[in-house]
Every structure is written in structure tokens, then in C-alpha cells.
């Protein structure tokens, strides 16, 4: 698949964008050794290579749920900005 200067602003006008003309090239050549790269990869043979869903094959290890602090909510109140016994008060940021 080749990408062409005609292509190129085709695609700059479907998408609204300004493309000069010399930025317009630097784009076609981009896309073209892009699509030539994808080319290579499809000529790979992964008939028999297994799809990975991370390169680390490692599991998480469980551990339990556990509540280490009780009790703190007294301490958490008074981080707060503002007094307040009842919850946490944090500074208005939409106007």
C-alpha cells in the first residue's frame, strides 16, 4: 500500500486539519515506511505463537484483606481544611 500526496490531503480534509505542502510529503513518506514496516510484520509465521496479554507471565499474588488502622476517623477530620466533625471538608474547585 502506497500513501500519496493527492491521499494526504484528502485525509487533511476529511479531518480539518492545514497540511502545506511540504508537511504534506514529510506525512506521505511517514505513512509509507509505517505501512511498509507493517508489511514485514505480516510476512511473520505466528501460526504457532500464543497471544500475550503482558510480556511478564507472572500472577498477582493474593494476600488478604485486612483493615490495619481502626478507629482513625478522628485523626482524618482534622487534616481537613476546614472545621468540621461530621467529614472530610476539601476546597471548592468548580465554579
Do not use: C, G, W
Not at 13 to 30: N, Q
Not at 52 to 80: C, G, M, P, V, Y
Amino acid at each position: 500500500m502506497s500513501i500519496d500526496l493527492k491521499t494526504i490531503k484528502h485525509i487533511s480534509k476529511l479531518s480539518r486539519i492545514s497540511v502545506d505542502e511540504k508537511r504534506a510529503e514529510k506525512l506521505a513518506d511517514d505513512l509509507n515506511s509505517i505501512f511498509e514496516f507493517i508489511e514485514k510484520l505480516n510476512e511473520l509465521k505466528t501460526d504457532d505463537v500464543k497471544p500475550l496479554t503482558s510480556i511478564a507471565e507472572t500472577t498477582l499474588k493474593f494476600r488478604s484483606d485486612e483493615i490495619k488502622s481502626k478507629n482513625i476517623r478522628e485523626q482524618i477530620i482534622k487534616n481537613s481544611p476546614e472545621d468540621n466533625e461530621d467529614y472530610f471538608v476539601v476546597p471548592k474547585v468548580i465554579e
